[in-house]
T-cell receptor
Framework: EAQVTQNPRYLITVTGKKLTVTCSQNMNHEYMSWYRQDPGLGLRQIYYSMNVEVTDKGDVPEGYKVSRKEKRNFPLILESPSPNQTSLYFC??????????????FGEGSRLTVL | AQTVTQSQPEMSVQEAETVTLSCTYDTSESDYYLFWYKQPPSRQMILVIRQEAYKQQNATENRFSVNFQKAAKSFSLKISDSQLGDAAMYFCEWKHHQGAQKLVFGQGTRLTINP
């Protein structure tokens, strides 16, 4: 089954404690990206990757890091989380044949709370 | 910079009735794509419908159709014969045709279906 898998789905952590949200896709997509969803603000892009070892900042990259060492994985790293990073996070992927012009495939979301 | 505006934070409709969700965008680009995504309570986002800007014909997918007005930069979604399963958050997305990296989401519209 084609899917984008994120983990963890729910996480409560404390300020300053490093955490990683994993994202994996099994569709051999070149493009992967991370978004945060906040009430009234919709989805905002954090980082994206056009291919392995190629990453770039989206609209709200501050406080986040990513890496793309393998095509299927695109982890989101919060080195020192702060309460303003409490949000719902989505990973998405798309293929070069369709993803660049076509639909994105989303994970189920990760609800992060930073105390 | 591109912007996407969904001016209706919430909408409700009676089951079996028709509802239209509005989306306007601002861009100086001439070639792009527009999408509507649905996010049900389960949170996973799925594509509803897609429109290429160069196509004058409005896209249709079963009960879902769009009214694409390029000059007015408007891209509304019409849901006919609304069903309880249509209840969700709906997001409008603008994407530049040449790269998936340049994409913008609207703030979302929460649609409630009244039985």
């Amino acid at each position: 089954e084609a899917q984008v898998t994120q983990n963890p789905r729910y996480l409560i952590t404390v300020t300053g404690k490093k955490l990683t949200v994993t994202c994996s896709q099994n569709m051999n997509h070149e493009y992967m990206s991370w978004y945060r969803q906040d009430p009234g603000l919709g989805l905002r892009q954090i980082y994206y990757s056009m291919n392995v070892e190629v990453t770039d900042k989206g609209d709200v990259p501050e406080g986040y890091k990513v890496s793309r060492k393998e095509k299927r994985n695109f982890p989101l790293i919060l080195e020192s989380p702060s309460p303003n990073q409490t949000s719902l996070y989505f990973c998405a992927s798309g293929g070069s044949g369709t993803g660049l012009t076509g639909e994105l495939f989303f994970g189920e979301g990760s609800r992060l709370t930073v105390l | 910079a591109q912007t996407v505006t969904q001016s209706q934070p919430e909408m409700s409709v009676q089951e079996a009735e028709t509802v239209t969700l509005s989306c306007t965008y601002d861009t100086s680009e001439s070639d792009y794509y527009l999408f509507w995504y649905k996010q049900p309570p389960s949170r996973q986002m799925i594509l509803v419908i897609r429109q290429e800007a160069y196509k004058q014909q409005n896209a249709t997918e079963n009960r879902f159709s769009v009214n694409f007005q390029k000059a007015a930069k408007s891209f509304s979604l019409k849901i006919s014969d609304s069903q309880l399963g249509d209840a969700a958050m709906y997001f409008c997305e603008w994407k530049h045709h040449q790269g998936a990296q340049k994409l913008v989401f609207g703030q979302g519209t929460r649609l409630t279906i009244n039985p």
